[in-house]
């Protein structure tokens, strides 16, 4: 009976689940743009550069730049790169779908450009006639067409702040250009000012001045942000910048890094073996850039409301991920306390998520006492083990079986085997396993638990009809080793014979 149950494990391959719809924004500058400061030095990596919106009603000029840091709403943080060969270029993609809280707080809403460094002392704000944030459509776009806006659309307008080719707008600066993006310092008389009102927040951040390297003073100018917001609660969360953050390669993490703070949807528990259904349950809340030099990751996010699936004691998790050719690496953990605050407590309360504090570490290494803060895992899609290990081979769609071992390439890569020689697929284990009396088909899949694709299990009595989902499996363990379901029908010696197949999903 085993055997025969063995040899009619079948094997079912799907491709290529529907495209989800998106309505991509892509904003960025020209690559080789000249990006300096008021003194025409190119921008160092301790500038942000966020596209976002103000206020409703609020209009940012020259006269109240103390108040846009709490005036202001971050739809997206672009990642900048500079050499002194391609000279200097930001870029961000982001889903209109994916922001929280978009259609209140961006749909038609005017689009800036800020630029800043960390300190507050140089900022650029412009916004192009063309730039509205659309509106959001849930089913607009399934063809992934993508919104692009750049520096260049600024054409003849002014900056409200800094300046853009001929023209200048608010602030000082040293070296007049043209460049295609300049930051201006704030003037002598502002920047006291700031500094005052900065100082009733020393106190609530003076753990920020003992791990943020070097302290100065003009810190205080980014005090303002929280002094002048009374609603809300704020989390700062961030990477310390105490120890190197390495890639699974033990690779220094690099500017290609990105890390989210956000949740999972729907009651989903993200764990290693899981990992190609995180994109589908994850929405961000803020994304904040990995800074390679000072190798941290740091930014504040206000919570004014409590939009779903950011309710009141939701767990939070922080995402760090970079893309590459060959592999993607990813790190996913969480403190157990990061749970969402109410965005209507009064007094408003200061939240640190430090990654140091972090103690549920879901994928890669956090903290474990190594030389090391952070470690990334190699996370790999089809697309990119299809172009290392199909590169050149026509028949490298995952229906394709160029080594004709009977083995198509997407169980190639399922299972981790070589889809350009010859071999057999991994033994899937099956049994008869007992359960309060009675027997029931089990399988163990040893597949590959880092490469991005949906392993299922579907049953059926008669070879015809397959039923998938929970209520007719159980998932007895879900281990790097393997992943082992259960059938919930019983069968044995006189009962209705019963069969499996194992279903593989997979994004292009
Ligand atoms: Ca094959
Ligand atoms: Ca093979």
Redesign the pocket.
């Known amino acids: 009976m085993k055997t025969h149950l063995a040899k009619l494990i079948a094997l079912l391959f799907v491709f290529g689940a529907e495209a989800a719809c998106s309505q991509t924004l892509n904003w960025a500058s020209l690559s080789g743009s000249t990006i300096v400061d008021s003194k025409g030095d190119p921008l160092n990596t301790t500038f942000l550069f966020q596209l976002g919106t103000f206020d409703v009603g609020f209009m940012p000029n020259n006269t109240n730049i103390g108040q846009w840091t709490a005036k202001w709403h971050v739809f997206d943080t672009a990642a900048y790169s500079y050499n002194t060969t391609d000279l200097g270029y930001f870029t961000g993609t982001e889903d209109v779908q994916d922001v929280p809280a978009y259609a209140s707080m961006f749909e038609e809403m005017k689009a800036y450009l800020w630029v800043r460094n960390d300190t507050q002392t140089e900022h650029f704000l412009a916004s192009a006639s063309t730039w509205t944030f659309p509106i959001k459509d849930p089913g607009c776009c399934p063809n992934g067409l993508v919104t692009s806006w750049s520096v260049s659309d600024l054409g003849t307008g002014t900056p409200i702040w800094g300046s853009q080719g001929s023209h200048d707008g608010g602030g000082d600066f040293t070296s007049p250009g043209p460049y295609d993006v300049q930051t201006h310092v704030v003037p002598e008389a502002g920047s006291s000012l700031l500094a005052l009102i900065g100082c009733g927040f020393a106190l609530l951040r003076r753990r920020r001045h003992l791990r943020i390297l070097p302290v100065t003073t003009s810190f205080l100018l980014a005090a303002p942000l929280i002094v002048s917001r009374v609603e809300g609660e704020t989390i700062n969360w961030y990477g310390f910048p105490q120890k190197p953050n390495l890639t699974s390669t033990g690779m220094d993490m690099d500017v290609a890094f990105q890390f989210q703070l956000g949740m999972f949807t729907g009651g989903f528990i993200p764990t290693a073996e899981n990992i190609s259904l995180w994109t589908a349950h994850w929405v961000p809340a803020q994304t904040a850039a990995y800074n390679s030099t000072t190798r941290a990751f740091d930014t504040t996010l206000t919570i004014q409301g409590n939009t779903a699936p950011f309710i009141v004691g939701a767990k939070a998790y922080v995402w760090g991920r970079s893309t590459g050719s060959d592999k993607d690496e990813w790190i996913l953990f969480r403190g157990t306390g990061w749970t969402w605050p109410s965005g209507a407590t009064m007094p408003p309360n200061f939240h640190e998520w430090s990654a140091a504090a972090a103690n549920e570490v879901i994928l890669g290494t956090v903290n474990s006492g190594t030389a090391f803060l952070m470690k990334s895992e190699a996370v790999v899609s089809y697309s990119q083990w299809q172009n290392g290990l199909l590169a050149g081979e026509p028949l490298n769609g995952p229906n394709d079986d160029p080594?004709h071992?009977g083995?198509p390439n997407l169980l190639?890569f399922v299972f981790g085997?070589?889809?350009?020689?010859?071999?057999t697929l991994q033994p899937m284990t099956t049994s008869l396993v007992g359960v309060a009396g009675q027997q029931y088909l089990q399988v163990a899949i040893p597949r590959i638990t880092n490469h991005l694709a949906t392993v299922s299990v579907e049953v059926s009595d008669d070879l015809i009809h397959w039923q998938p989902g929970d209520s007719q499996t159980t998932e007895v363990s879900n281990t790097p080793q393997a992943l082992v379901v259960r059938d919930n029908t019983a069968t044995g010696p006189g009962m209705i014979r019963r069969f499996m197949r194992l279903k593989a999903v997979t994004e292009p």
Request: proline fraction near 18%.
């Open positions: 080594d071992d083995v190639e085997t070589l889809p350009g020689q010859p071999g």
